[in-house]
């Protein structure tokens, strides 16, 4: 699963509506997603098999896709539809494990850590329960893998946890867990003459309720958004003798709030 995402470095905020000007600024493959493709190649070059790279997204997604493929992905499937617009992270996970299970038999999903401009974390791990399959998330090494299944690392703070997962099965990456090839120049233009399927909500309608896509399948929404006020740490100096310091000093921490005065008291 792929995600085109604005270049964040230029994209612009509105901060008003809460949503990203992804007009501002143009189109990228998200980062994470591409450490996802190499696992999904590794895995290929050394058991056979196809890889299929999926986005939901408008029609310009599809030179996401177009970069996948030219990356290793054998087959791509573009999501589209006015009907998917709106969707949060469950509508979403939705509206691709639909897609997965119109496609059929898997063995293994693989996922990026998060999105650049969500960073939620939270597709992946819906999408596996959504399909009912087991999954790790935070997956900084691959220690192995057969036909049967795969053996992963995951870093989960202050722990690292090594998984055994049988397939099929769902992981997410993170940008640890290798460095994504760069494709040729060759696998460039045969990228752009390949086809991308594109499916709309009526592709999935007889594994999907549509009441479940988009806006209307959303049951969370951008209320507010604001920056955070940052103000850094301030020192006063105090100078005089020893009693009118103390009194001077009492004065700056009630008008800070560390102290309240009660019956002649300090507390």
């Known amino acids: 699963m792929v995600k085109q995402v604005p270049d964040i470095e230029r994209v612009r905020f509105d901060l008003e509506t809460g949503r990203l ?3 501002s600024a143009e189109g990228v493959t998200n980062p994470f997603d591409l450490n996802a493709l190499e696992v999904g190649v590794q895995i290929k070059e050394r058991l056979g ?3 299929t790279a999926i986005s939901m997204g408008p ?6 896709l177009r970069d996948c493929l ?6 791509a499937i573009l999501l589209t539809d006015r009907r998917f617009a709106g969707a949060d992270t469950l509508a ?3 509206t691709l494990a639909c897609a997965i299970r119109e496609l059929g038999r898997f063995d293994l999903i693989v996922c990026g850590e998060k999105t650049l401009d969500g960073d939620t974390a939270q597709v992946g791990p819906e999408v ?15 220690v192995a893998f057969t036909h049967e299944g795969i053996t992963v690392k995951s870093d989960i703070g202050r722990f690292h946890y090594i998984y055994e997962l049988r397939y099929p099965c769902l992981i ?3 940008k640890n867990v290798n460095i994504p090839r760069l494709p040729t120049l060759r696998d460039k233009i045969l ?6 399927e594109v499916w709309d909500a009526e592709r999935l309608s007889r594994v999907a309720e549509p009441d479940r896509f988009g806006l209307k399948g959303s049951p969370t929404t951008v209320v507010k958004v604001f920056s955070p006020l940052s103000s850094g740490r301030r020192g006063v100096i105090l100078e005089g003798d020893a009693e009118e310091l103390a009194d001077r000093l009492l004065n700056v921490l009630r008008e800070v709030g560390a102290l309240k005065m009660e019956r002649g008291n300090v507390d």
Not at 59 to 64: Q, R, Y
Not at 70 to 75: C, Q
């Open 92 to 94: 979403t996970s939705y």
């Open 191 to 196: 990228a752009r003459k390949a086809r991308v």
């Open 128 to 142: 596996a329960e959504l399909l009912g399959v087991p999954h790790v998330s935070y997956v900084e090494e691959v």
């Open 49 to 51: 098999g196809r890889i």
């Open 59 to 64: 029609p310009k997604a599809e030179s996401t």
């Open 70 to 75: 030219a990356r290793g992905a054998d087959r």
């Open 172 to 174: 997410t990456v993170t």
């Open 21 to 23: 000007d992804r007009s």
